[in-house]
Structures are given as structure tokens and as C-alpha cells.
């Protein structure tokens, strides 16, 4: 891509996302949500391939539709209220349907087919920003709408996402695939909690931000995309490798990595609220993300393919160093200790 080009989309990726975050105004937020829609789709779509402009023509389609629903889900409460504050939502079909257009943002179910497919048609780096700064302005106006949305639609939306998200993961061979479906799994953790402990929500998101940027960075430094090629990858980065399936543990959610706590802190926090049998229902559907993830944490590191290869087998290490890798790889898998910083800010 062009340098020029490229300075202008990430700019906008910024401007978008900060207008969006900082709004009041509904028509101020989804201005922001459309920049945010019109500065990722040259990003998808610079490889040219067929694969990436089908990718880049379902993202526009589902996002336009989205934009829209939030938009006349505004225009409906802004004539029967006179209010155009985002915080004023009052109106139970305005509700019903910005629940349903920001689950369509995210990719929660039942609107999540576009999702693992525009990711499987963006290189690596592009799917880290659509399963992380793309789902943050959203996720944004969910935070600030808390008090006015639809629960028996959000809750059920998020056990759907969290049960689609691992079983649809279980029979994948592509990663990107893979961590799509556990972006939408993560997002049903993220969603089901927004009503009873918005500032839990954005604990989990800027966690689940943290780990997904550490894979998908640490996959793009080997060329990854396959499992295949995971296999063999470790003759190319094996500290690498190494250090990967630590970070995929953690966002497993296993103990003592940091991923555990926030699913620690939901679960606590549903039985507070008399929800135990949710709470039940979640942790035992985590189970089946937490397969997909221990067979990519054996691919990676600890064993070798049980058969000859396609693949080119490269046999040296790469000695570059990446010290932002490292950085987020260690904050990934070291930072449980120093969680009871973070929970008196919850």
C-alpha cells in the first residue's frame, strides 16, 4: 500500500474511533462508526486477491446495514423523546434495535457469519485491527447505552456467542478462522456482563485486546496462517513459538495467566447477581473454546507433525528480535499478580 494512503487510513482508523468514544450525539458517534467502515476497506482489500475483495465487499454490506439500523434506531428516539443524547435512549423499539445493530457490528450471533470470513480474506495484520480497534467504538456505544439495553436479547445473544464461538471453532484448520470464532466467543463473555458491571466489560475487552495483538503479531513475525504451517514453525522461531502458546493458554483463560481473571471476575459477578445457572452455562462452554486452544498450544510447540509435510521446512533460526513482541508476550502471561491493582478501579 502506499505510504500516503496508508498514513491517511490509519489517521482515520484514529479520527473515527476517537469521535465515535468521545460523542454524545448520535449522529456525531455514527459519523465515526462510518469513517472507521470507509478507513479499514482499503485495508482489507490491498491484496487484490478475489478472496480479500469478496471480504471487503461483505464487510461493507454488513457494516452499512449496521450503520443504518443504528441510525433509525436514533431518528425513532429522537421523535418520540426529542432527544438526541446517546444516553437518553428511552424507547423500546430504539432499544430492540440498537441491541440488534451493534450485536451486527460486533459479530455476535446471529449475525456473525460475515465475521470469521472477512478475516480469513485479510492478511494478518488487518484481522488484528478488525477483532480489536474495529470492535472497540461499538463495544464504546454499548458502555454508554448500558442502562437502556435489551437484556433477555443481549443475554441470550451472549450464550449463543459463546457456544457457537467454541463449537465452530473445534473442526477449523485455519487460525485466522480460529481466533475469529474466538473473538465471538470472548465477545459473549464481554456482552452478557455490560448490564451489571459495565467497567468489567471494558476490563475484558482491553485483556482480550492485549492477548489477540501478542498472536496475531507473533503469527504474522512467522508467516502463520495454517495449522500446517504452525507445526513446522518452530525451526524458524522457537522461543517464539514458545512464548505463543503461554499467550494462547492465557487467553484460554487458564490459571495463573491474566486471561483467568476476567472470567473469574464474570463468574463471580453472575452469581452475585443470582445468575448461577448463566454462570454455570458460560464456564462449561468455555470448555470447548479451551480445546481448539490447547490443540493450537500443541501444534505450536509441543509436537511435531506425525507426517511428511508440503510445506517448506526452514531450517535456521531467526535471529531479529521484537521488543513490542516481547513486551505484550510478558504482560500476556505475567500479569495475574498484579491484578489486585486493577480490581479496586472495578
Sequence with gaps: MNPYA???????????????????????????????????????SKSHHPRAIEATIKYFLVQAAASASILFSSLINAWSTGQWDITQLTNPTSCLLLTAAIAMKLGLVPFHFWFPEVLQGSSLTTALLLSTVMKFPPIAILLLTSNSLHPP??????????????????????????????????????????????????????????????IFLSLN??????????????????????????????LAGLPPFIGFLP?????????????????????????????????LAYSSSITLPPNSTNQTKHWYINKNTNSLIAILTTLSTLLLPLSPLILPTI
Design 263 to 295: 472470567k473469574w471476575l464474570i463468574i463471580q459477578e453472575l452469581t452475585k447477581q443470582e445468575m448461577t445457572p448463566t454462570a454455570l452455562t458460560l464456564a462449561l462452554l468455555s470448555l470447548l473454546s479451551l480445546f481448539f486452544y490447547l490443540r
Design 153 to 214: 436479547l443481549l443475554t441470550l445473544m451472549a450464550i449463543a456467542s459463546a457456544a457457537l464461538g467454541g463449537w465452530m471453532g473445534l473442526n477449523q484448520t485455519q487460525i485466522r478462522k480460529i481466533l475469529a470464532f474466538s473473538s465471538i466467543s470472548h465477545l459473549g463473555w464481554m456482552t452478557i456482563i455490560i448490564i451489571y458491571a459495565p467497567k468489567l466489560t471494558l476490563l475484558t475487552f482491553l485483556l482480550y485486546t492485549l492477548l489477540t495483538s501478542t
Design 6 to 44: 496508508k498514513l491517511i487510513t490509519t489517521m482515520s482508523l484514529a479520527l473515527g474511533t476517537t469521535i465515535t468514544i468521545s460523542s454524545n450525539h448520535w449522529a456525531m458517534a455514527w459519523t465515526g462508526l462510518e469513517i472507521n467502515t470507509i478507513a479499514i476497506i482499503p485495508m482489507i
Design 221 to 250: 513475525t512467522s508467516h502463520i496462517t495454517k495449522l500446517s504451517t504452525l507445526m513446522t514453525s518452530w525451526t524458524k522461531t522457537p522461543m517464539l513459538n514458545a512464548t505463543l502458546m503461554l499467550t494462547l493458554l492465557s
